[in-house]
């Protein structure tokens, strides 16, 4: 049984940055907070939310190397370091007057080879704070150097988050349920070890449910103060939902997933955010654990939790490159973040994207542009598309204006996949991007239809890192090819694969390694994104 006693766990601030990773620029430091938490995952869907949950564990992650420190080999998972694997391009030596054609599937495996013998030497893992995202950046650094990029670096600290011992949760001090399977501990949860009477905030049960559980601080409305808050998953930020219980004397919260659909049952993973004013523990359940405690006699459930975690300081950095050519005032810009979860070596999420923009710029190397190109690989994206919004916000109102389209690549390998492209023109989901966001799409669209390939619209929902982009009038879309979402009949239909399972079932787990990615979408959307940037940039 868990602790009677109230405690926040050990919360330690220790800056430790690291030195620059040899010779090139360095854009400037701030401080931010990120995660390091094995198992507790920490995407950024749902605005917050994630899908597929994986096991907590207590792995160490510390740092084993300095940044900038290398040594040959990426099968010793004691050094913390990398090999050179990078080796010669084996595309041959790309055309410039049809770019698509140099992105292939070979080439790209190369790199994500070379990233998941990067998370295995570091166990398993790319996630920010720890060796192997640090180790992800020299590897994209040394293969932009070679074809003679300088290679620009933004530092900046972050507040990594880990779980410093197993946690626990009971009901009516019978029900103890495992964690990893039954619960788990929401990404920047505080620490603490409340039992008191569960009581539910505004749930909605049962299948097509539409609930907003938490969404609103009236939600609250004659909520006991001291008491732990049952609150259900959908329609805002997970975060929202916390501080609102927070701010009416929760003393912790037990989210369980929304149960409208058969997608949104089980067990689930979501970050509260980086940079959220969290100060009570949050664990996450599936549908039918919440499902149970809101069905019995109000007032009357006790419920008791146990969550241990640490936020620790420690340095990370965006890396961003451009074409020493083409117009500086309308800069055509790509980006994927390069950061793992800290459950797995993140090889479609996101070295997919990683290795695609690594090969366009790579074939870009050389040739003539009449705008300029700029590429950036982010830092944690997913703890809260924290390095992109750091980019953004660093950039003064010309440099913003300059910007004349961001592209975003996230996730284009999944096994069981469908080509998206992100609605620009609001035409599918009726939010439009800023202007441009409507023609950039258009021209996925029109790539695609000119091969006789089908591809659908997907929301601009606030997952990934072209959301400080729109936020600030920057046109922006993109491609994807799906998450944990599941594919229906009609999408396998036409695009293959299997319905009724996810587009990717290793995502945010363990096993997204290298043979978790459908390598003729990715030479499909690496064609796709090569084709934009000449249509965009060059003669």
């Known amino acids: 049984m868990p602790r009677p006693i109230l405690h926040t766990g050990r919360r330690r601030s220790t800056p430790r940055l690291g030195p620059p990773l040899g010779p090139m620029r360095v854009m400037g430091a701030v401080a931010v907070s990120l995660v390091m938490s094995c198992g507790a995952d920490a995407g950024s869907g749902d605005a917050a939310d994630t899908g597929g949950g994986t096991a907590a564990s207590t792995t160490d992650h510390s740092p084993s190397t300095t940044i900038g420190q290398t040594t040959p080999d990426p099968t010793d998972s004691s050094s913390g370091d990398l090999a050179d694997t990078s080796g010669d391009d084996p595309t041959g030596a790309p055309s410039c007057d049809d770019l698509p054609t140099a992105i292939t599937a070979d080439g790209m495996r190369v790199h994500l080879e070379a990233l998941e013998a990067i998370a295995v030497a570091n166990g398993n ?14 590897y994209v650094r040394a293969e932009l150097e070679a074809v003679g990029y300088v290679v620009d ?11 410093d011992g197993p946690a ?45 559980s938490g969404c609103e601080a009236s939600d609250f409305d004659g909520f006991v103060a001291g008491s732990i808050a049952l609150v259900q998953r959908g329609a805002c930020l997970t975060a929202q939902k916390v501080l609102n219980a ?82 500086p005032d309308e800069v055509v810009m790509l980006g994927a973040h390069l950061d793992s979860v800290p459950a ?52 003064d109102a010309m440099q913003r204006a300059s910007i004349l389209t961001y592209m975003n690549f996230d996730m284009i390998g999944s096994p069981n996949y469908v080509r998206f492209r992100y609605d620009g023109d609001g035409s599918g989901f009726g939010t439009t991007g800023p202007m441009g966001s409507a023609e950039l799409e258009q021209v996925f669209a029109d790539y695609f239809d000119g091969l006789g390939l089908v591809s659908e ?69 690496g064609g796709a994104i090569a084709h934009a940037v000449a249509l965009y940039a060059m003669p």
Not at 125 to 138: A, C, F, I, K
Not at 176 to 204: C, H, K, M, N, W
Not at 259 to 285: F, K, N
């Open 246 to 327: 927070q701010q009416a004397g929760a003393v912790g919260v037990i989210l369980f997933n929304q149960g409208d659909d058969e997608g949104r049952t089980g067990l689930w993973t979501t970050t509260l955010g980086a940079q959220s004013a969290i100060a009570i523990p949050v664990l996450l359940t599936p549908y039918w654990i919440g499902e149970s405690m809101a069905q019995a006699a109000p007032g009357t459930v006790s419920a008791a939790m146990d969550v241990d975690v640490t936020l620790e300081m420690r340095p990370t950095i965006n890396l961003v490159v451009e074409t020493p050519g083409g117009d």
């Open 153 to 163: 670096l933004q530092q900046f600290d972050v507040n990594v988050f880990s779980i």
């Open 125 to 138: 893992t790319r996630s920010v704070g720890t060796p192997g995202y640090d180790l992800s950046v020299e």
């Open 168 to 212: 626990s949760l009971a009901w009516q001090g019978q029900a103890d349920y495992q964690q990893g399977t039954e619960f788990q501990i929401a990404t920047y949860s505080a620490g603490g070890a409340p039992t008191a009477i569960a009581r539910a905030v505004d749930l909605a049960l049962g299948l097509g449910n539409a609930s907003s």
């Open 457 to 525: 619209e997907v929301p601009f929902d606030g997952r990934s890192d072209y959301g400080a982009f729109i936020a600030n009038g920057i046109a922006a879309g993109g491609l994807f090819t799906g998450a944990e979402g599941i594919k229906s009949d009609g999408q396998a239909d036409v695009h293959g694969g299997a319905a009724g399972i996810a587009y990717d079932a290793c995502y945010h787990a363990e096993c997204d390694g290298a043979d978790n990615v459908d390598y003729t979408i990715l030479e499909g959307m």
């Open 344 to 395: 797995g070596p993140g090889i479609n999420d996101n070295g997919t994207g990683s290795a695609a923009l690594l090969e366009v710029a790579r074939a870009l190397a050389g040739c003539e542009t009449t705008r300029k190109v700029r590429f950036g690989w982010w830092a944690a994206e997913e703890v809260g598309l924290v390095g992109s919004t750091i980019y953004v916000e660093s950039l």
